[in-house]
């Protein structure tokens, strides 16, 4: 059950439509072993625990609307209780800029019994910064854009851009991406007199422009170019960047913008 994270007021909940689940819990049960124990965090009406009923399981929520599913705050469960090996699906709250997914994520990880969390998740979570949730032993084993009108909100279809991922911690450090700097070029302060600023968030994220003056500093990055022009700025206007890997606003982070100006300022 969705409740948060979606612009929408309290009373709303967001259930995953029932249409998208089969596809995913076929990609997940390779992963369990037959005394393994299945938990969904955030069970709404039991979409995704009644095609799984034949496993050991068990599910929680904190207003729960289907049969079988304990009334419990998810992050107050004491996962160290339980003696099996555990893997955990379902679709857990977001919350504002994914805060509650996090936390369940790191609730979740806290436990070293835990092997495999399979779940519906924003599609900031593609990008590094959001993945680093995932302690290091963690692998992200599966991948897919989720389809539109993945939700169920009071009945209807909503459409929410998110991904299913299969996480499976293998007990070995996962490749990290390496932290890029920047090639001739750097980032300084709107007082620094910049050669351009960079839109960072909104609809017009990933514009450069050489006017500073009405420049935000709180939706813009401003940089100095070792060797300014105007080749540079048509270079760069050819970038395409990936805008839809958020479920709130349009956002380029920093390290994106990094890898993808180094691309024209390497030697």
Not at 59 to 88: K, R, T, Y
Not at 157 to 165: A, T
């Amino acid at each position: 059950m969705q409740t948060t994270g979606k612009n929408r007021n309290t009373i709303d909940k967001f259930y995953t439509n029932p249409s998208i689940v089969d596809k995913y819990i076929e990609k997940f049960k390779p992963y369990l072993g037959n005394n393994d124990l299945i938990i969904e965090p955030s069970a709404g009406s039991g979409v995704w625990t009644s095609p799984l009923h034949m496993y050991n399981l068990i599910a929680f929520d904190i207003q729960p609307e289907g049969e079988g599913i304990q009334q419990m705050n998810f992050l107050d469960v004491d996962l160290w209780a339980f003696q099996s090996n555990l893997h955990f699906i379902g679709n857990p709250p977001f919350g504002r800029q994914s805060s509650l997914a996090r936390k369940f994520i790191k609730h979740i990880t806290s436990c070293d019994r835990t092997k495999t969390i399979a779940f519906i998740l924003p599609k900031s979570f593609k990008k590094d910064s959001y993945q680093k949730t995932f302690p290091a032993n963690y692998h992200l084993e599966y991948q897919d854009d989720v389809g539109k009108d993945a939700f169920l909100a009071n009945g209807k279809p909503y459409d929410v851009p998110c991904i299913f991922q299969i996480w499976v911690n293998k007990g070995y450090a996962r490749e990290m991406p390496e932290k890029l700097e920047p090639i001739g070029f750097k980032f300084v302060k709107k007082g620094e007199n910049p050669d351009y600023s960079l839109r960072r968030v909104g609809v017009y994220a990933g514009v450069i422009s050489k006017d500073i003056e009405d420049k935000s500093e709180q939706s813009h990055y401003f940089i100095k170019v070792e060797k300014k022009s105007d080749l540079f700025v048509v270079k760069y206007q050819n970038i395409i960047w990936e805008l839809n890997n958020t479920v709130g606003p349009n956002s380029i982070s920093k390290q994106e913008f990094i890898r993808e100006i180094n691309k024209l300022t390497s030697p």
